[in-house]
């Protein structure tokens, strides 16, 4: 199974990547950047298999950069919280 196919084992797969970028020593800017990276991908790339991730999905496509720079930092924030 993918982490792609259920939502907690996603968070929790972006948690442990955010943990390592920031052992790494990777700024915020860096990070955040990333995020937003992986999420136009998987916006515009994967077929998303939960409800969350298609209204994530969804969202991304209507969003102007900006606004998809601010989907990806909250889900770093919402990530952060709960580690």
Same mark, same amino acid.
């Given at each position: 199974?993918?982490? =792609?196919?259920?939502? %907690?084992?996603? $968070?929790?797969?972006?948690?442990?990547?955010? %943990?390592? &970028?920031?052992? $790494?020593?990777?700024?915020? @800017?860096?990070? @955040? %950047?990333? &995020?937003?990276?992986?999420?136009?991908? =998987? &916006?515009?790339?994967?077929? #998303?298999?939960? #409800? %969350?991730? $298609?209204?994530?999905?969804?969202?991304?496509?209507?969003?102007?950069?900006?606004?998809?720079?601010?989907?990806? @930092?909250?889900? =770093?924030?919402?990530?952060?919280?709960?580690?």
């Amino acid at each position: 199974m993918s982490v =792609l196919d259920n939502w %907690e084992q996603w $968070k929790d797969f972006l948690g442990e990547r955010l %943990e390592g &970028a920031d052992g $790494k020593g990777l700024t915020g @800017n860096a990070v @955040n %950047e990333m &995020a937003y990276r992986i999420g136009d991908y =998987l &916006a515009n790339e994967v077929e #998303p298999k939960t #409800p %969350e991730g $298609k209204i994530l999905a969804d969202l991304w496509k209507v969003a102007d950069e900006q606004e998809q720079h601010t989907i990806a @930092n909250l889900m =770093l924030k919402h990530v952060r919280g709960m580690q």
